[in-house]
């Protein structure tokens, strides 16, 4: 008998050993972050810009041991906790939402550290501006009536070129009894031949006839994709390739050229950091 509670003794002092030194409980966390899956699942999978929304806590760190298909394997360090390992993971919810969760090994103590990450993912993707560097909203246009200019260059158009055109376009508004009433517009494409292709137009008050190389364009009230800027021609040349970003994640279709809406003037503004600019495009 006393062999027998010596054998149950010990079998209860090594399991008790390899559940303090051995086991660790499985930590599982889940939340709904509002935005479709083509836009969170690219911040997802970017691990190398994780750091524009990972929370900052001092004193935690953590190091990516492995990317597959809508699953990120981690490993989670903090000064007062110590080590944790797991998964992230993603999956689309419905045409606007996705299911993040977190699969893997943690004490309780952990819940609120993996709370905050997954929550940090969250705001960030349902952030608009910080996931796309733009605010892109939807609205409906005013003007009906442009006069326009076509060139092309080796290069991309300097402001002075621009700015030539657009004198020029006003300069034929006024002589022909009709005003501005609007910032100009501006698109530039590369072409095939690598020539630069780039229209200025001036949204006016009333319709003029086609007289040498301004060309007026008439449009009905449409909608339109629009986003605020601020920054030289790097910058918008950026925000007008985040809308097509934006456009393909929500299946938007574009119905006629995006282009810059100049709010600032730029040969009155050295500082370009203080340009404004508008993208916009019309769409479906």
Not at 62 to 73: F, M, Q, S, T
Not at 93 to 98: E, F, P, W, Y
Not at 110 to 132: M, Q
Not at 212 to 232: A, D, Q, S, T, W
Request: glycine share 8%; proline share 4%; with cysteine.
């Amino acid at each position: 008998m006393k062999k027998w509670l010596l054998i149950l003794g010990l079998m209860v002092i090594t399991v008790g050993v390899y559940c303090i030194f051995f086991f660790q409980p499985a930590l599982s966390r889940t939340i709904t972050a509002h935005r479709g899956m083509s836009g969170a699942g690219r911040a997802f999978q970017r691990v190398s810009q994780w750091d524009a929304w990972w929370p900052k806590q001092e004193g935690c760190s953590y190091v990516v041991k492995g990317v597959y298909y809508n699953e990120v394997r981690l490993e989670v360090f903090c000064a007062d906790k110590g080590r944790m390992t797991g998964s992230i993971k993603i999956a689309p919810l419905n045409g606007d939402s996705v299911l993040l969760a977190w699969e893997g090994i943690g004490a309780g103590r952990w819940k609120g550290e993996v709370d905050t990450i997954l929550g940090s993912f969250k705001a960030y993707v349902e952030n608009t501006k910080r996931l796309y560097g733009v605010d892109f909203f939807r609205t409906m246009s005013n003007d009906s009536t442009l006069v326009t200019m076509t060139s092309f260059t080796a290069v991309y158009p300097s402001m002075a070129e621009v700015y030539a055109r657009i004198d020029t376009l006003r300069g034929f508004t006024a002589s022909h009894g009709a005003m501005a009433i609007d910032s100009p517009w501006l698109n530039v494409a590369k072409v095939e031949t690598g020539q630069f292709k780039w229209t200025v137009a001036i949204p006016v008050n009333k319709w003029i006839e086609k007289e040498g190389r301004v060309i007026p364009r008439r449009f009905v009230p449409y909608k339109n994709l629009e986003g605020e800027v601020h920054g030289g021609v790097f910058t918008a040349e950026k925000a007008l390739e985040q809308m097509q970003m934006f456009k393909n994640d929500y299946n938007i279709q574009i119905m006629g050229l995006p282009f810059q809406c100049l709010m600032t003037d730029r040969r009155l503004e050295p500082d370009t950091t203080k340009w404004v600019t508008m993208v916009c495009a019309p769409i479906s």
